[in-house]
């Protein structure tokens, strides 16, 4: 494994860590790049801090409190049933990867763990939680 | 112990560098002249000439309009939390960087003696990866409006975040039904397989219709804008920035359309096959001219999906809150579902010789 | 040292750092975005293990989808200061001590596994090698041998999904 980097261009199918190493040289480079630039723009701009300007926007009206309080329990329940239904999505694709060798019997297997998933589903509806008008 | 003796092949190294630089900074400069492109677009389908004065036909305005930014006050407000206000546009951004690294731009080309390839990295999750930066992309909207602490701005976090995962699903389902045809999740494969056949749109057009509307929410643009509701939130998860953080914001939407645009070539239209060509037959007359070409091909292609990007903004009205979610989850969902499971069935149906 | 030993380095004092920050920031939303560290740094263990697709699903799932929804969480809750609950000098003491039970009891299962299991004494992981994690290889284990869990977590999932529907949906009573 030392000789990372070395014969990299036959390495399409030759799965291995090394295919990795240009996604974390770009994540280098674009975290360095972004943060060059806000370090630049900052001691480039003039600054002249008055209250009024660092006081919250709130279209001219004074503003009451903060925005450090409890919000609408419907963003929480989308945000839940997301997780669920993101680890099923994720199921999936192990799947359409072997589909072909795996035949009807796969098919099936997946059949019935959408029905399970519609069954869910039909639930979640039914019963309003995704209603937003209530 | 010296760094030489680590064994890594510099030229390798400093090849893909200059591969990331190179796209890096033309994306940013692609995504420059978007908005210049918005602005023409906007005139012309609103019978105006559009910004006309910065060089000649505008040209330079892209440019005027980034120096104004990056030299305008940077405000934090006192209320607001300062290491995640700044943080906020920069996860935006470098998230936004990050999606290039898998799109092959490109074939092969030769130089120096050395085979260089215009994918930064062809992996083997290729659109895994894909679908992971684009769930990473919410924390921008979600540590930025909070951070700002403004109750318009968590308003809108919250809705951009809402939305953003409620699309990433469909887009997750509508994927599945490409990769049961490819049969691998790395750009580049699937690229060169629609290549030697029929491109992945005449098999998938219901997909790709799935896809792009999921695409148009995932990147905020009309008629999916509602985090930036102005009428009902001031301006959005981004009120309370001013100079280079709010030009990252906007700045990312922009690549972020790019990026999304260069995934959908790649997906369903080819990616850089040029179309009625034998790409391979001409490599051997060509050489090197071909991957140039093929490069242009890819770019007309983004180009035509930003213009649609466009078109759609300056024509149809924003959404309700609720027709939004009614549409992501009760049609798209379903109906990326139906779609896989039909897709699988047809594609085992042929493989078992049935004639229909 | 080669280069995966200085990643393999790296990514554990940064995972290790990264998961006590999330333990000693004051700020819950500070704390989420260090545990989002703390998985990108276990991703890239994975990667060095060539466990590609544990790898990305990883990040997918948990940072780009638990995380998400911890952040939803922090920001449901009122967090202005003068609200700060003050938290019970015993409540402090019986967490100290649960947690370090809990401590000492995986000290000793890893103990006890290297004693016990002769195979895997002395050894140490496979690092970049070995085609299990490779998403194809997952599938085909996946959906052959592992066909009855795989069904038995949609049934998961689905009780899953009636439980967050009866916490987060309070039935009308006047309809």
């Not at chain 1, 239904?85 to 098919?107: C, H, K, M, Q």
């Not at chain 2, 004065?53 to 006192?78: C, H, N, Y």
């Not at chain 2, 690229?191 to 799935?210: E, H, M, R, T």
């Amino acid at each position: 494994m030392s000789y990372l980097f070395i014969q990299f261009l036959d390495t399409v199918h030759q799965n291995n860590a090394d295919n990795y190493l240009p996604i974390g040289l770009q994540l280098i480079f674009a975290a360095g790049f972004v943060a060059t630039m806000l370090a630049l723009s900052a001691i480039v701009g003039p600054k002249r801090a008055t209250k009024d300007k660092l006081a919250t926007f709130t279209s001219g009206i004074e503003s009451h409190g903060d925005a450090r309080q409890p919000m609408a329990i419907k963003y929480f329940l989308v945000a839940i049933l997301f997780v669920l239904f993101d680890v099923e999505v994720i199921f999936f694709y192990p799947y359409a990867v072997n589909f072909r060798e795996l035949g009807w019997s796969g098919f099936g297997a997946v059949l019935m763990f959408v029905a399970f998933f519609l069954v869910g589903f039909v639930y979640i509806i039914k019963k309003g939680a995704l209603k937003w008008e209530d | 112990m010296t760094l030489l003796s680590l064994n890594i092949d510099w030229i390798l190294l400093i090849e893909k560098l200059a591969l990331i630089a190179i796209v890096v900074f033309a994306s940013l400069g692609i995504a420059l002249y978007t908005t210049f492109g918005e602005r023409k677009v906007a005139a012309i389908l609103q019978d105006r000439p559009g910004p006309n004065r910065a060089g000649p036909f505008g040209l330079l305005q892209p440019l005027a309009d980034g120096v104004k930014m990056f030299t305008k006050e940077d405000i934090i407000p006192s209320s607001a939390s300062k290491w995640l206000f700044i943080l906020g546009p920069g996860l935006a951004m470098t998230a936004s960087l990050m999606t290039c690294a898998v799109i092959p731009w490109g074939g092969t080309i030769e130089l120096f003696g050395r085979t260089i390839s215009l994918q930064i990295a062809d992996i083997n999750i290729g659109i895994l990866y894909i679908f992971a930066v684009v769930s990473l992309g919410v924390y921008g909207i979600m540590i930025g409006g909070w951070a700002s602490n403004n109750k318009f701005s968590l308003m809108a976090a919250l809705r951009g975040a809402s939305q953003a995962i409620s699309y990433e699903l469909a887009m997750g389902l509508s994927l599945i039904a490409v990769l049961m045809l490819s049969g691998s999740l790395s750009l580049g494969d699937i690229v060169k397989q629609q290549q030697a056949g029929w491109w992945n749109i005449v098999y998938q057009p219901l997909g790709f219709l799935i896809f792009f509307i999921c695409a148009l929410a995932e990147c905020n643009r009309t008629p999916f804008d509602l985090p930036e509701a102005e009428n009902e939130l001031n301006f959005g998860y981004h009120q309370e920035y001013s100079s280079m953080k709010l030009g990252f914001y906007l700045f990312a939407e922009y690549i972020n359309m790019i990026m999304s645009s260069a995934v959908m070539a790649s997906l369903y239209f080819g990616g850089y096959d040029i179309p009625f060509v034998n790409d391979a037959e001409l490599q051997t007359h060509l050489g090197n001219w071909v991957a140039l070409f093929q490069v242009g091909t890819l770019l007309i292609k983004i180009v035509f999906f930003i213009f649609l990007f466009m078109w759609i903004r300056w024509t149809i009205p924003r959404f309700r809150y609720d027709q939004l979610m009614n549409l992501g989850w009760k049609s798209m969902i379903p109906l990326a579902l139906v779609n896989m499971l039909v897709t699988g069935a047809l594609v085992l149906l042929k493989m078992n010789n049935w004639h229909f | 040292m080669n280069i995966t030993q200085i990643l393999f380095w790296f990514l554990s004092v940064l995972a290790l750092v990264s998961a006590l920050m999330v333990l000693l920031s004051k700020n819950p939303v500070h704390s989420v975005l260090w545990l989002i560290v703390v998985f990108f740094a276990i991703s890239g263990h994975y990667i060095l293990l060539n466990a590609q697709f544990l790898a990305i699903v990883n990040l997918i799932v948990y940072a780009g989808a638990i995380m998400v929804l911890f952040l939803f969480v922090i920001m449901l809750m009122n967090l202005s200061a003068d609200t700060e609950p003050q938290k019970n000098v015993w409540m402090k003491l019986a967490g100290t001590i649960a947690g370090g039970c809990f401590l000492i009891s995986t000290c000793n299962i890893v103990y006890n596994a290297q004693n016990v299991s002769q195979e895997i004494a002395g050894k140490t992981a496979l690092l970049n090698q070995g085609n299990i994690g490779l998403i194809g290889n997952l599938g085909k284990v996946l959906f052959k041998d592992y066909v009855v869990p795989f069904e038995i977590s949609s049934v998961l999932f689905l009780s899953a999904m009636v439980g967050a529907v009866v916490i987060g949906k309070k039935e009308k009573s006047n309809v």
